[in-house]
């Protein structure tokens, strides 16, 4: 029987960097999203500036007073880019890492091994399907990591191009669902360590 593939593995060095700084680079992509769409959201915020400027005895109306507001959104916007340029530098980072990674720590080795372990698992058939189903999912990541550097990419370079409206509004609905996944995923993979840790602690009472 094959050995069993290790869930929790140390990282190298560069790897190590590349998961903490994407980590970082996604949660402040993310943290932009979050306050655009609350605290320094137009729509919402327009009634509290319109109420502060009539205090000073200025009259404004909705639309000026969204104006306002989208001042400070479109900063957290330009964050926003920025954090994906680093986001898709560290993709490409990753990617040459993956060349220069020892055999057994290729993501594709991983996974085959994963797969093999399952094909003769015997009696630990739903270890083996748990290990496996986790290396699918850093595949769905990678994947939809891609999907959003590329869809943020394209977003922000067809600006100029009027033409290109329908397919940036399309993506821009990609873009946003794809938000979610990886939002999903840094919850369960966060939710598995915990699990993985508590069960360690339990087999060492044992």
Partial sequence: MNS????KKEFS???AFWHW???LAIALILLTVLMVKTIFNGRANAPAVIAALEKKGVLIDTEQARAVTKIYSKQLWDWHVYF????TALLLF???LEFYQSEDSKLLKRFKQAKSYLKNAGTEIKEAQHILVVKLTYFVFYATLVLMISTGLFIKFSSDYPKLKPI???????HN????????????HL????LHERKKEKLGKV
């Fill in 4 to 7: 069993k593939p290790e869930l």
């Fill in 13 to 15: 060095k560069p790897l």
């Fill in 21 to 23: 700084s994407n980590l």
């Fill in 84 to 87: 994906g340029y680093a986001l």
């Fill in 94 to 96: 990753r990617i040459v």
């Fill in 168 to 174: 940036k509004e399309f993506l821009k609905e990609v």
């Fill in 177 to 188: 669902v794809g938000m979610y996944v990886i939002l999903a995923f840094i919850v369960a």
């Fill in 191 to 194: 939710a598995g360590l915990w």
